[in-house]
């Protein structure tokens, strides 16, 4: 197994939430699907999803557990990712991809400090 995905199901085992950030293209979405299967998946990408995101943000986190894929285009779902572990906190809930780092983003009401464990996956060459 390569050092990151041990790293990744180490993080799964430990805190609610997985925070996977990487550029764009490097494969976060196909890993994720590809290391949990089972998981609910919801792309904010979709505009469907991304208007249930920003309008009632609870509602994509019912279900337990899941892949939230660009989280980015609607950070204020972070705050209803802490509700959602500060009412049942169970390890591994909660995988959020992304490009953007959200610890360094402007708009974001919350860092899920305590909640999350922030991964970076890294091009496969200096050229990506």
Not at 69 to 97: M, N, S, W, Y
Request: glycine fraction near 6%; charged fraction near 20%; charge should be neutral.
């Amino acid at each position: 197994m390569s050092r990151f995905r041990h790293n990744l199901h180490t993080a799964l085992r430990v805190l609610p939430v997985t925070v996977l950030a990487g550029a764009r293209q490097t494969g976060k979405t196909a890993l994720m699907q590809a290391i949990e299967p089972a998981r609910a998946y919801f792309t904010l990408d979709d505009i469907g999803v991304l208007d249930q995101a920003e309008g009632n943000p609870d509602s994509l986190l019912v279900t337990r557990s899941v892949i939230l894929d660009e989280v980015q285009r609607a950070p204020q779902i972070l705050v209803a990712v802490k509700r959602a572990v500060d009412t049942h906190r169970r390890a591994g809930d909660f995988i959020l991809t992304g490009y953007a780092n959200l610890l360094l983003m402007k708009h974001v009401a919350d860092t899920l400090a305590g909640r999350a464990i922030h991964l970076d996956l890294l091009p496969f060459c200096l050229t990506e």
